[in-house]
């Protein structure tokens, strides 16, 4: 069964930075899509960035308005690990943060959709104060 953990969340002060790191078990990547999730209390969960990654690992990555310029989606295909790299995080960043993996292909259509995606890991809280 895919399996996906995330760590490094955490509390800082605005202006701060922190990496979250989703390790994916029994899972290739491999020509699929994989994203970045949040979800702020009493909101919506909404996508922040997405990476697909091609048949010959090749990838694409996309960010929202929100944190383009902030936060950084990678990749290690040896660890099987994603990366959430988040700069100069704000208050409004705070929120449980999710990865999901085997998304729309290529991440063409629909990568910031939450129904596109099969499997999700169980969360990480990042609380940014001001």
């Known amino acids: 069964q895919v399996r996906l953990v995330e760590s490094g969340g955490g509390s800082v002060q605005a202006g701060g930075s922190l990496t979250l790191s989703c390790t994916v078990s029994?899972?290739?990547?491999?020509?699929?899509?994989m994203a970045w999730f949040r979800q702020a209390p009493g909101k919506e969960r909404e996508g922040v960035a997405a990476?697909?990654?091609?048949?010959?690992?090749?990838?694409?990555?996309y960010t929202t308005d929100a944190v383009k310029g902030r936060f950084t989606i990678s990749l290690d295909n040896a660890k099987n690990t994603a990366y959430l790299q988040m700069t100069n995080l704000k208050p409004e960043d705070t929120a449980m943060y999710y990865c999901?993996?085997?998304?729309?292909?290529?991440?063409?259509?629909?990568?910031?959709?939450?129904?596109?995606?099969?499997?999700w890991g169980q969360g990480a809280q990042v609380t940014v104060s001001s």
């Open positions: 990476i697909a990654i091609g048949s010959d690992r090749t990838s694409y990555r």
């Open positions: 029994r899972y290739t990547f491999s020509s699929t899509c």
């Open positions: 999901a993996v085997d998304g729309p292909w290529h991440c063409s259509q629909g990568r910031f959709v939450v129904d596109q995606y099969v499997y």
